[in-house]
């Protein structure tokens, strides 16, 4: 009789498991406003109008040409889109399972990669957040393969995974790439061979991202995509630091934990993970928390081997502070069936939608404002502004500006408003936006927090 490796079972039926929670979590159809900037943005590349200069984005555009082109492929449908991204989340969470095995061989070393695929449960995976994560955990991967065997090949690998992550969201991606090139740095203080290897490393990122100056000159990027953020966009929304100082807490666990193993691999780990929380402190939520614990899902199966050699009133305290972390994680998961049910299509009987195919069609224009982006792409009406959306203290008076003159030329017959998603920035109504809509345009309709404005006889 043929034997099944009891091991084998086990880890093919967690990996039918995780690609049966991406599947219910992800396989369904959203109004997300996050999603609805990267589709109106392939949308308008799909339609041959150029990023940063027919439409504003100030993220490098990796999501919005691989969206694009892979519309050219199998055309424009949402969920050609959707399983891309799925495919980009199972990829992270495996390179997160893959990073724990190199680490240590350890039998919980999946928990890692469950943890992250739970805490995704309420990700809105049509971002360039998702792609980003999946292009630094396996350069990190690469990296950790070139500790163990110091080949350029690997370094070079790593290099031009890192690249890739910049591609798709630059302030993290330079943030990731900074952390990995300064610790090969401090590696090379001690041997000089690693010097050789940081420098084969900063190339081979540097070299992808040239590819922005096929068509971008360095001065119009650094202006653009380093400078204006850093200009506009360091005002601090009214969220709780809680689940932040949670995290931390967690992240220190493991740290003191893992510390005294000695092991450059694990201190790369802790070194990333310690740099890459810095980047939440501006918006603490748990998404963009969760996005950056890949390094603290890596190192927990270790974590929790370490707990079993202690004491039993240190392991109360080791697994309290273990425990609340994962809980912290996996209450997406939790919460997910109080928002949607498996394989909802909230672009389907949506009264938002239909009204706006009844009443707003007779315009090939209409506005969606501040941030309601996911109208752009769902209604396949044409944005009158460069701005898929547009934030006070964030964006510039003169985009504000620009943006009301483009909507005084255009003319939407519709503008669709909710101010509740952006409160938490303290949005200012009194803008030369709003100012123009309410001069021009009547309240119509409302739907609980959107309110759907016509234009006034002409």
């Not at 995976?125 to 110091?150: C, E, G, R, S």
């Not at 919460?335 to 949506?350: A, E, L």
Request: proline share 3%; hydrophobic share 50%; with cysteine.
């Amino acid at each position: 009789m043929l034997k099944i490796n009891y091991k084998y079972k086990t880890d093919t039926l967690l990996w039918l498991l995780i690609i049966s929670f991406l599947i219910i979590f992800h396989f369904r159809h959203p109004l997300n406003d996050d999603e609805g900037v990267a589709l109106e943005g392939a949308l308008n590349i799909f339609n041959h109008r150029q990023i940063y200069q027919d439409f504003f984005e100030f993220v490098t555009p990796g999501v919005f040409y691989l969206l694009a082109w892979s519309w050219k492929i199998f055309g424009i449908h949402y969920f050609v889109a959707k399983i891309l991204a799925i495919l980009a989340v199972f990829m992270s969470a495996f390179g997160v399972y893959k990073i724990s095995q190199n680490i240590s061989k350890q039998k919980l070393n999946s928990i890692g990669a469950l943890l992250l695929v739970l805490a995704s449960a309420l990700w809105p995976i049509i971002i360039y957040h998702t792609f980003n994560l999946v292009f630094m955990i396996w350069a990190l991967w690469f990296l950790l393969k070139a500790l163990d065997q110091p080949k350029y090949q690997y370094f070079i690998a790593s290099g031009l995974l890192t690249g890739l992550a910049v591609l798709f969201m630059q302030n993290k991606g330079l943030l990731f790439m900074a952390s990995l090139s300064s610790f090969l740095l401090i590696l090379s203080i001690k041997n000089k061979n690693y010097f050789k290897n940081t420098i084969a490393y900063t190339l081979a990122s540097l070299l992808t991202i040239s590819i922005l100056l096929i068509k971008w000159s360095p001065v119009f990027l650094y202006q653009n995509l380093i400078l204006f953020p850093l200009q506009h966009y360091t005002g601090l929304p009214n969220i709780s630091y809680s689940l932040l100082i949670i995290s931390v807490l967690w992240i220190a666990t493991i740290i003191f934990l893992l510390i005294r193993e000695r092991n450059k691999k694990i201190y790369l780990l802790i070194y990333t993970q310690i740099i890459l929380l810095l980047s939440t402190f501006s918006l603490p939520d748990i998404f963009h928390i969760s996005l950056v614990l890949f390094p603290s899902y890596s190192l927990l199966a270790l974590s929790l081997n370490k707990i079993s050699s202690k004491t039993f009133n240190q392991k109360m305290i080791f697994y309290t502070l273990i425990t609340s972390g994962i809980i912290i994680n996996v209450m997406p998961a939790i919460v997910w069936p109080k928002y949607f049910t498996p394989f909802s299509d909230s672009s389907k009987n949506n009264i938002i939608l239909d009204y706006i195919k009844k009443n707003c069609l007779a315009s090939e224009y209409i506005y969606a404002g501040p941030f309601s982006s996911s109208l752009y792409f769902e209604t396949k009406l044409k944005n009158p502004t460069s701005f898929s959306w547009l934030i006070t203290n964030h964006h510039s008076a003169e985009q504000f500006s620009l943006a009301a003159s483009d909507l005084a030329e255009h003319k939407p017959l519709c503008a669709v408003l909710d101010y509740s998603s952006v409160s938490k920035y303290n949005y200012n109504l009194d803008n030369p936006v709003d100012n123009y809509i309410l001069a021009n345009y009547h309240q119509e309709k409302s739907f609980d927090t959107i309110l759907i404005y016509k234009i006034n006889d002409l």
